[in-house]
């Protein structure tokens, strides 16, 4: 099966379009017993669409992750996560991940050293009610081979659904 790290401009054109009568209240279950389905997809695009997020940074964000792993989940009492950051990331930012795993390392979270240059941490707690689209990092090849994802990563659109742990 192939791996879709990019949407091409008919499959965007595809995720744009798609009614779903489906609420935000049930984000993440659809489709889970297929093999490949884009509802993961669709729904964050959707949601982001209902944000405001313009078209185009819909897709920039969208394709920073595998598509085929995206889903909605929805922030309880106590999600925390964590960012890097350095050099152009700011502390503060929408991308975190959970825990630290083997694949916490800027290779498989795709950071190249001209985007983040990962010298210092910050723990968040999400806002409890907060959407997140998580899924796994795609690959950002253009960049260099040696950034090819697969770390897990959350996006959070709203800053100020994030609260700075001390």
């Known amino acids: 099966m192939a791996t879709y790290g990019t949407l091409n401009e008919a499959e965007l054109e595809v995720v744009n379009n798609v009614k779903r009568p489906q609420q935000l209240g049930n984000i993440g279950e659809s489709g889970s017993n297929s093999v490949y389905s884009y509802d993961g997809v669709k729904q964050a695009s959707e949601y982001l669409q209902s944000q405001g997020v313009p078209r185009v940074y819909r897709k920039q964000i969208l394709e920073s992750f595998n598509v ?11 999600t925390y996560g964590l960012r890097f950051y350095g050099g152009n990331a700011n502390t503060e930012g929408r991308y975190l991940f959970e825990t630290f795993s083997p694949l916490t390392n800027r290779q498989n979270l795709a950071l190249p050293y001209e985007w983040n240059r990962m ?3 910050q723990q968040f707690q999400v806002r409890s009610g907060t959407i997140m689209i998580t ?9 260099g081979s040696q950034y090819i994802g697969g770390a897990n990563q959350w996006y959070i659109n709203n800053l100020e ?4 742990c001390h």
Do not use: M, R, V, Y
């Not at 085929?68 to 106590?78: F, M, N, P, V, Y």
């Not at 899924?135 to 960049?143: I, L």
């Open 135 to 143: 899924g796994k990092t795609a690959a950002q090849k253009s960049f």
């Open 161 to 164: 659904d994030l609260i700075k």
């Open 68 to 78: 085929e792993t995206i889903k909605l989940q929805t922030a309880g009492d106590s």
């Open 119 to 121: 010298t210092g941490i």
